[in-house]
């Protein structure tokens, strides 16, 4: 198996699969066939292949947050009290555990991370940011800002 950071190459054909999919991650083998004018079995040995390698970690099925009752959408830039070892490495198994956190990116400039957080309200945001996430012993601080409306969202790569 390849590392994460390892690039690994496609033809055109691996991408015409990979964008078919993320369009209709429920795509059968015969519907990724003809839109790619390639056999069934072909088509399965190039995603099974995909997946092997890393390049498909996993399929899942999106949710709308708003039908679901998550329609608070706030961004965290949070700074730590040190970048020591200790502190990274205990925020960032806070932050995989911590459901409202939908996404934890490492940034460059003044702070040290961007989390996006989906809770259902205001009142559970203020819950999870003075209850758990400025609580936890490596925060040193953390500044909100929120998502008025979604004008694009999309988990599809530009391939």
Known sequence: MNSKSEKITLDALDLA?????????LATLDALAEA????????WRRVR?????GIIPRRVALVDPMRVGLTLCAFADVSLQDHSPTHRNSFESFVQTAAEVMECHATSGGRGYLLKIRVADMAEYEAFLMGRLLAHPSVASANSGFALRDVKYTTALPL
């Not at 292949?49 to 390698?53: I, Y």
């Open 17 to 25: 699969i990979l964008r078919h999919l993320q369009t209709d991650g």
């Open 36 to 43: 790619t004018a390639m056999s069934s079995a072909s088509v």
């Open 49 to 53: 292949s995909m997946e092997e390698t």
